[in-house]
């Protein structure tokens, strides 16, 4: 079939190619909306924006809140939760899968014990989670990278059709891959409510647990002295290896901050092996400086994914003191192990800490 000449269809350029005004006729693009974006040199913008539906479906808020019966304000709300700037009464922004998520969601709270501030809460988590995941996509997409419009190889066409090689590869995968990975966590943050449950617990927002940093000694320094290449190397081969040292013992990362690794363990032992185990991988590996770490152990609240309070408090001071691999620990560690750990913790001196006032604390030798 000759993609110019199809009844209807405006004359596009010859020199377009193919696979690209394939994808955007299946997605309902017309040649009219095309031949703009051309004219205003914002194909590869259409190339990305065809992932909502054709521009001339586009819906304001007013609109989707007709269709979903949600008022305005709890869709602000929602839209703001997961990430998105205000929209002005009048904007064409929304498509038919916001009208869909939002519908949803509605159904969800008629029909369980979900209330809207809950849905918001759990918003702000997922809003936050996709973002990081679509940014990294896109980051580490090859497609993507070299291909500016400030290299004269390289036309919004161009830019187009690289965009649209690349969505076309991820968007049937990735989406599978997410509802996997959410089904697993959702089973072992299950279990690990049961198993606590179990053991007395009330809440289990509130439990105690064992939180650790990890801190890459010298990491300013180092990445005035580096490429952003080999930044980037250094920050990815970080990454793996406290993922990896955390997910086997049986813990879970809470956030990387830059240089710095938070990670939570239902019990202080698991908590301590981790801190030794990154110490030693670290030492070992050629792109890294050494660490340094710190753990406290206690109560804390569960919150969005994350965790708060004194105890968390305490062990990200405690990783700020201590010195160049070595893994310092608090009082509430050290009386959780005695007479449990294979290895030794070794009592300092109190030190005073912001906010927190005179601590003890112990720094923990491996066993040979």
């Known amino acids: 079939m000759d993609l110019d000449q199809e009844e209807g269809n405006q004359a596009l350029p010859t020199s377009l190619p193919i696979r690209l005004l394939e994808m955007l006729r299946e997605r309902d693009i017309s040649d009219e909306e095309i031949t703009t974006a051309l004219a205003n040199d914002a194909l590869h913008l259409l190339a990305v924006d065809q992932m909502l539906g054709p521009p001339r479906k586009r819906l304001s808020i007013r609109d989707v809140s007709e269709e979903t019966g949600v008022d305005q304000a709890s869709i602000r709300r929602l839209w703001r939760a997961l990430g998105f700037a205000d929209v002005a009464d009048e904007e064409k922004t929304f498509s038919s899968i916001d009208v869909q998520a939002i519908t949803s969601l509605s159904s969800l709270m008629r029909t369980s014990t979900t209330d809207f501030d809950v849905a918001i809460q759990l918003s702000r988590v997922i809003g936050s989670s996709m973002a990081r995941i679509a940014a990294a996509e896109i980051v580490a997409s090859n ?140 030492a070992k590996d050629k792109l890294l400086s050494e660490v340094r770490g710190g753990v406290a152990y206690g109560s804390v609240l569960a919150r969005e994914g994350d965790f708060y309070g004194p105890v968390v408090n305490l062990a990200s001071r405690i990783v700020s003191i201590a010195n160049p691999g070595s893994i310092l620990v608090s009082d509430g560690i050290q009386k959780a192990l005695s007479g449990k750990s294979k290895h030794r913790l070794v009592p300092l001196r109190p030190r005073y800490l912001k906010d927190l006032g005179s601590v003890q604390l112990w720094v923990v030798n491996p066993s040979d």
Do not use: C
Not at 245 to 268: H, N
């Open 143 to 282: 497609s993507l990278k070299g291909v500016g419009l400030g290299s004269k190889d390289f036309t919004t066409v161009d830019l187009a059709d690289r965009f649209t090689q690349y969505s076309a590869s991820v968007l049937p995968a990735v989406p599978e891959l997410l509802i996997y990975a959410w089904i697993r966590h959702f089973h072992a943050a299950g279990r690990r409510a049961m198993v606590a449950l179990d053991n007395g617990v009330r809440d289990v927002s509130e439990r105690i647990l064992a939180i650790g940093f990890i801190d890459l000694v010298g990491f300013t320094v180092l990445s005035q002295q580096l490429t952003t290449q080999e930044l980037g190397a250094v920050v990815s081969r970080f990454e793996e290896l406290s993922a990896d040292a955390v997910s086997r013992r049986g813990g879970r990362v809470v956030k990387m901050i830059g240089d710095e690794v938070m990670y939570v363990t239902e019990g202080p032992e698991e908590a301590v092996e981790i801190g030794l185990e990154l110490k030693q991988e670290y």
